[in-house]
């Protein structure tokens, strides 16, 4: 058998590494750097993980591959009975998406070609057609270039005699400039909210023959962020007044940072981050990203110096870092109990029957959260609630994990050790949303929405300058809230890029929930004292 190669001969320190990946750069395609990229910066994360502790072989597959799922049924399988001797589950749909869910398609009424409302029923030939509340909908799904372009070509006409020539008017059609408003309102929903980068897009206008450069993309992109930019600030003073935060970091590449990093003599901080902070209103969620050098416990920190004196401090759920706590504004600070839970399911393999129990227990709380949500308890009925049913399971749950490390059931340096020390240690945060109205279980709902982030760096590899990192925050913190408040983003962007003078004068009025009533104002006819 073949020797492999020395491990630490592909190891190359942040500077050797960063000038391997330019010089080659230039030498390949755009995908085949991308490969090339993404196996250089895994080697050292692959050699740090290996030389961990007590790493087991599930959890280094699950870092590398990913786990499909962390579901209790899962990890730990409960046995086969009779009337499921498979332990198969129910069967999933077929998919298919109804007529309601196409909320951006036009519509078009068609009417019966030969029967109108009022007329006699030709089967029964008694009674009148009625016309239904709900039409029998029919789809067509058509396709067409994502920015389709159209040449006007105006006549000209030339006197054969003294030369003069006459060219057709320009037809309101066309606009005043080249690209539409549209333009830099989609360019930002597939680079931002898809991650769809720049010279991809590009690459794909060229072959339907449209060309739409990078640098025209960048700087359509440019001119409707400066117009959108007063709603972004608004939303941040918005959620400094929030009841309860959530913060998370993901890392980002931004390159005039990395080259200012490698250009310090002794950088206090090596790592970029990419902050999701999640601010939690009843009705009307916020999210917010902010790209840079700071961790997030100081962005937040930066976001709560906006917070109206008087009002109480705020929750803030997170996983238990210390980065991710501002250090100067209070907060009630609570920890993330799936990621306790993740720390029992990775050492399942191992600990079978003493991860079941942990498990099981959690599962239970998050089953009274379901009723809870599905009561649609408000935040003091639902603290009741949990304080009657979750706490004596977390009670329970506390005796269970002292009693493995006080009583040498459990080695604390084995990994079923440290899984139980992290709980132990984190467990006043664990059960605040067992003392604090509104306060909930964990922190999924922000690692979803940096999902959106953790897309854009996997697609786009990196920002190349602040600004845009700047930038892409900006439409990233739109767009994201726009979902969770069930908003289209591209009717809400439209919107924004239309009315920038009444934007600017009250963002407070285009927010992603009240844009429509600011359009409606904006549509009514003022109104003239005779």
């Known amino acids: 058998m073949k020797s492999l190669p020395d491990l630490n001969r592909l190891v190359l320190p942040p500077e050797q590494r960063e000038a391997f990946l330019a010089a080659i750069r230039p030498l390949l395609p755009p995908e085949q750097f991308e490969f090339v990229q993404a196996m250089v910066e895994a080697f050292p994360q692959i050699k740090q993980l290996l030389e961990g502790k007590n790493l087991s072989i599930a959890r280094l597959r699950q870092v590398l591959f990913g786990a499909a799922t962390e579901k209790t049924a899962t990890v730990c399988p409960p046995a086969p009975s009779a009337s499921n001797p498979k332990g198969q589950g129910k069967r999933r749909g077929h998919g298919r998406r109804p007529a309601r869910a196409y909320t951006g398609a036009r519509r078009q009424t068609v009417r019966h070609p030969r029967l109108r409302p009022g007329d006699q029923c030709p089967e029964c030939g008694k009674g009148r057609l009625r016309r239904q509340p709900q039409p029998a909908p029919v789809v067509r799904v058509e396709a067409q270039p994502p920015f389709p372009a159209t040449v006007f070509e105006k006549e000209v006409l030339r006197c054969n005699l003294c030369g003069k020539t006459f060219t057709a008017p320009t037809p309101p059609e066309a606009g005043e400039s080249k690209y539409a408003p549209e333009v830099g309102v989609l360019v930002s929903l597939l680079r931002y909210g898809s991650g769809m980068p720049h010279y991809r897009l590009e690459k794909l206008q060229a072959s339907l023959g449209v060309p739409l450069p990078a640098a025209t993309q960048w700087e359509r992109v440019a001119e409707v962020a400066r117009l959108v930019q007063p709603v972004g600030d608004h939303l941040k003073w918005l959620a400094a007044q929030a009841p309860g935060v959530h913060n998370d970091d993901t890392p980002m590449r931004v390159g005039q940072l990395r080259q200012q990093i490698q250009s310090e003599t002794a950088p206090e901080r090596t790592g970029i981050f990419t902050t999701g902070i999640l601010a939690s209103f009843s009705e009307h969620p916020i999210a917010l990203f902010f790209t840079g050098r700071q961790h997030a416990g100081e962005n937040l920190e930066d976001i709560l110096s906006q917070r ?173 809230t726009c979902r969770l408040n069930r908003v289209n983003p591209w009717d809400y962007l439209m919107a924004l890029v239309r009315h920038p003078d009444q934007v600017r004068a009250n963002p407070e009025q285009w927010l992603p929930w009240n844009y429509q009533d600011a359009l409606e104002s904006a549509k009514a006819p003022a109104s003239t004292n005779d």
């Open 308 to 480: 109206a004196e008087g009002l109480p401090p705020p929750w803030q759920m997170a996983d238990g870092l210390s980065r991710n706590r501002p250090k100067s504004a209070p907060t009630l600070e609570g920890c993330c109990l799936s990621h306790g839970r993740r720390g029992l399911v990775q050492v399942a393999d191992d600990f079978p029957e003493e991860v079941r129990r942990g498990l099981e227990s959690v599962r239970a709380i998050y089953r009274f959260e379901a009723l809870a949500k599905q009561q649609r308890l408000d935040p003091v009925a639902r603290l009741r609630f949990h304080q009657t049913h979750s706490q004596p399971l977390m009670e329970a749950l506390k005796a269970w994990l002292d009693e493995q490390i006080e009583g040498h059931r459990v080695e604390p340096n084995s990994t079923l050790g440290e899984a139980i020390g992290f709980m132990r240690r984190h467990w006043g945060p664990l059960t605040l949303f067992l003392r604090e109205p509104g306060a909930p279980l964990d922190n999924n709902l922000c690692e979803q929405i940096l999902k959106m982030a953790i897309l854009h760096r996997k697609n786009s590899l990196s920002f190349k300058t602040q600004h845009g990192a700047q930038v892409g925050d900006l439409f990233m913190s739109l767009i994201q």
